[in-house]
């Protein structure tokens, strides 16, 4: 990057930061703006706006053939540079710049057995975080970001929160995971109280709850369900903490679990969470609460399920069979 792009992008850096933005957040935002300004080198961004914005998306499109999710990934970016940075929010009514079509593809279905059998060629961890995403419906980040407090056993229920979205939810917790959540909640407890008496203990705390329970981040009921298997620093905060296990080696498990179990399908823990939604449709579950314990804003993204299982050549009857 030119120097002179440099400030900027100290300044976007550092406004992330007092907004406590999380980290994969604060590199898509800085990865965009970077892109943004060399594209257009060597104005600076104070002497351009919406019609800038809206080439550098065109060009996305057209040159690099980026996806519609990307689009929107740099316009969020270059929204929150413009907005909080430079203090000149951009005008996005109306964008008109070139987008890519995105073609509409059926989302990827196991049957039960095949769910079955893929999480059972999981161990520990993985095999939990698993069966919440096909029992429970969560996504992978959501799984793994549960904490201890979330769980109510009495009520066999989860709490979702602030998941995608910014909002919470709540979801069933599978009678058939209760048993074994239990038994691993014991282990990390333990793995708490050694942390404790070493001095750590402490867990990431969003900035609000943090000031509400100054101390709330060494309580138990604010550990993270899945810690990770070491303690790590912070490196916005400087502290010593255990986080979560990080998803990348979730995602490679379920791989490796899929191919283990002999299914064929592409297998990613999405896969299992679109199986959830599925499976409870075919049972015959009303819609709209599908839609709530996905935590779908629009049914309309809940609905490519209903299409998905009227096609469902197991519940379509053939007419040569009638």
Do not use: C
Request: hydrophobic share 40%; glycine share 6%.
């Amino acid at each position: 990057m030119p120097k002179t792009s440099q400030p900027v992008l100290d300044r976007l850096a550092e406004q992330i930061k007092t907004m406590r933005y999380s980290p994969r957040t604060a590199s898509s935002y800085i990865h965009w703006t970077r892109q943004f300004l060399k594209y257009h080198h060597p104005r600076q961004p104070s002497e351009m706006g919406m019609p800038e914005v809206q080439q550098f998306l065109t060009y996305l499109a057209k040159e690099k053939n980026a996806s519609v999710a990307t689009q929107n990934q740099a316009l969020s970016a270059l929204v929150f540079l413009y907005r909080h940075v430079l203090d000149t929010p951009l005008d996005t009514r109306g964008v008109t710049a070139a987008r890519t079509s995105s073609p509409r593809r059926m989302p990827v279905v196991l049957t039960r057995e095949e769910a079955i059998a893929v999480i059972d060629a999981l161990q520990d961890t993985d095999r939990l975080a698993a069966g919440l995403m096909y029992g429970s419906g969560l996504r992978v980040m959501e799984a793994l970001r549960l904490r201890v407090g979330d769980i109510d056993f009495a009520e066999r229920r989860i709490a979702v929160r602030d998941g995608n979205g910014a909002f919470d939810r709540t979801t069933p917790l599978p009678e058939a995971l209760a048993r074994s959540m239990d038994a691993h909640l014991h282990l990390v407890k333990g793995m708490h109280e050694k942390d404790l008496a070493e001095g750590y203990g402490a867990v990431y705390l969003p900035p609000a709850l943090e000031q509400e329970h100054p101390q709330g981040h060494k309580d138990w009921a604010w550990q993270y369900v899945f810690p990770a298997g070491s303690r790590s620093l912070d490196p916005q905060s400087g502290a010593v903490r255990r986080h979560h296990v990080h998803e990348t080696s979730v995602q490679k498990a379920i791989r490796s679990a899929a191919h283990r179990a002999g299914v064929t399908k592409h297998v990613t823990p999405h896969v299992l969470r679109h199986s959830f939604a599925a499976h409870l449709l075919q049972a015959g579950y009303d819609i709209r609460l599908v839609q709530a314990l996905l935590g779908h804003k629009d049914i309309k993204t809940t609905m490519i399920y209903t299409q998905m299982v009227e096609r469902d050549p197991q519940v379509v009857r053939s007419p040569l069979d009638e």
